[in-house]
């Protein structure tokens, strides 16, 4: 397989950007989690589900759209999402959870509509949906690189906002810390890394990876930090084992990666059960 | 003369047409110990908000460090210990160190990253709650009140002048209460640090600090423990509106 990754540019291509996005999405995953976002993410891939349909019915109908690659109008209807659900939450200050909903059947409802409105793309829209091994251009991972490098600045300067906010937003306000242009920003590098994520392990189960490997980790981690690392050690395993199987088996990559994780998930929680169980029983036979 | 950290003058607030403070008069001086006490609705929470900049008065004028609040930029100044503390998500992953280090999320600087400085300070304002040995230690797996010594840790890292806290001590057991009043006194009384401290336990509290005020909308006292201890449980209890008898139990505790 090594040969191959080396032979084929869009082998190259699917395994550097899977390798980058096992990296950051469970990276900027951990934040949401612990924020309790995890369906935001669930809801601005469903926008960007709207803009690639979207964009693949344009490509159809106007000259113009058949050469702009559709992650393009993904990634935009993403960010568009994630400021309307900013806005809406401000809306709902009581319900800020009905934004979600809202955002996410409006993703749904339009992407429907395009669907139906090009009757069917084939492979195209599949690749899209759950990710594809062999439609990863050299574009794409250009795209994928320039998202990592934001993503990362934008963690690596602002990680004390950041873990503050995540953990007592009241105290990071009354801190001074600036939460609502903190906030709108981390909404638009979440809906960046959907934008990122999307063309490996596919719209419909990119959240997965933001949030399978961090549930794992908060299993194991004490610290922020540990679960920092481990998050993104079995979010790179995920990505790893997931696209080499669906390389031998030549099927969508997006179910592999999830399914490994979930996997990993497994393992993590019986392991810390035998453990519990272990050291229970030290503890009575101590005693005794 | 005392220079004043918080000066309220003439503030009132209101909310859905009902006023919840009505012309509040307040000056609290350096190195002084506040007690704020009155019955549940009182608008003491209300009055926090409004000190710490989180809710703008309807009317009246804040100043802090002398300093109107709308342009105060000093917040380190302030270390803040919210009722809420310790309802917090007790699954989050992340050691007592680092939540006490966050205290020093703005001092540190926008774009900078702790160094290893910060963690002393982390480490030594443990110190002072007693919590050093529990710095590596998941904060969920703290009780109530040693987690609450930790959001302490947290307020007291920046080193601030003025401490406000909204009933700090809701959730911790009775038994841990009396300790960590006495940790309260000592900071006031050895580090010099000012204390606005919101409570419901007025016989615990009133003792320690140096000064009360006693809140119902408005201001109904607001002077020297002494001249509070001289009232009578009468006058207090007309000030909230239902009967109150109040108990030494701390004072007595302490002497023995």
Not at chain 1, 27 to 50: K, Q
Not at chain 1, 130 to 135: D, K, P, Q, R, T
Not at chain 2, 222 to 240: A, L
Request: glycine share 10%; net charge neutral.
């Amino acid at each position: 397989m090594i040969s191959a990754i080396l032979s084929y540019e869009f082998l190259q291509n699917a395994f550097l950007s899977g390798l980058i996005i096992g990296f950051i999405a469970p990276l900027l995953g951990l934040f949401i989690v612990v924020r309790r976002l995890a369906l935001i993410a669930d809801a601005l891939s469903h926008v960007a589900l709207a803009g690639i349909a979207g964009s693949l019915y344009l490509s159809q109908q106007v000259l113009f759209f058949t050469g702009l690659n559709p992650v393009y109008f993904g990634i935009a209807s993403a960010v568009g999402g994630s400021l309307l659900i900013e806005k809406l939450r401000g809306m709902y200050r009581h319900y800020e959870e009905l934004a979600i909903p809202v955002i996410l059947s409006a993703g749904i409802g339009f992407g429907a509509i395009f669907i139906s409105l090009s009757k069917g793309f084939g492979s195209d829209l599949v690749g899209y949906l759950f990710g594809s091994v062999s439609a990863v251009s050299r574009q794409d991972l250009v795209i994928v690189i320039v998202i990592a490098i934001i993503v990362i600045a934008y963690i690596r300067f602002l990680y004390k906002e950041l873990f503050v906010l995540s953990f007592d937003p009241d105290y990071a306000k009354v801190s001074g810390v600036n939460s609502k242009y903190i906030q709108m920003v981390f909404m638009v590098i979440t809906a960046l890394v959907i934008g990122a994520s999307m063309r490996i392990v596919g719209i419909l189960l990119v959240s997965s990876l933001m949030t399978i490997p961090v549930a794992a980790a908060m299993q194991q981690a004490k610290s922020f930090k540990g679960a920092m690392i481990y998050s993104i050690i079995f979010g790179e395993a995920a990505v790893i084992v997931g696209l080499i199987i669906a390389y031998y088996l030549d099927i969508a990559p997006g179910g592999t990666i999830v399914v490994t994780s979930i996997g990993i998930l497994l393992f993590v929680l019986t392991w810390k059960k035998i453990q519990g169980k272990r050291n229970a029983r030290i503890v009575e036979e101590g005693i005794v | 003369m005392t220079n004043h950290i918080i000066q309220l003058d003439d503030v009132s607030f209101s909310y859905d047409h009902s006023i919840v403070l009505d012309h509040i008069h307040l000056e609290v001086g350096e190195g002084e110990f506040w007690a704020l006490i009155g019955p549940n609705g009182s608008g003491k929470s209300t009055l926090i908000n409004i000190i710490l900049g989180l809710l703008k008065p309807s009317s009246g004028s804040v100043e802090l460090f002398g300093s109107d609040i709308n342009s105060f930029k000093h917040r380190e100044r302030i270390g803040y210990v919210s009722q809420k503390s310790n309802s917090f998500n007790s699954g989050f992953p992340a050691t007592v160190l680092e939540v006490v280090r966050s205290g020093l999320t703005r001092k540190s600087g926008l774009f900078r990253s702790f160094s290893k400085k910060d963690e002393q300070k982390a480490l030594k304002s443990l110190g002072i709650v007693g919590m050093e040995s529990f710095a590596r230690q998941n904060i969920g797996e703290l009780s109530g009140g040693q987690q609450q010594r930790v959001f302490i840790a947290r307020a007291l890292v920046g080193e601030p002048d003025l401490l406000i806290m909204d009933e700090p001590t809701v959730g911790i057991d009775q038994q841990n209460v009396a300790s960590f009043y006495s940790m309260l006194n000592e900071l006031n009384r050895d580090h010099g640090i000012a204390i606005v401290l919101v409570t419901h336990e007025i016989d615990l509290v009133t003792d320690l600090a140096t000064h009360v005020a006693c809140l119902n909308r408005s201001i109904h006292f607001h002077g020297i423990q002494s001249d509070y201890k001289k009232m009578d449980d009468e006058d207090i209890s007309n000030w909230y509106g239902h009967p109150v008898r109040r108990v030494h139990q701390f004072e007595t505790e302490v002497d023995q």
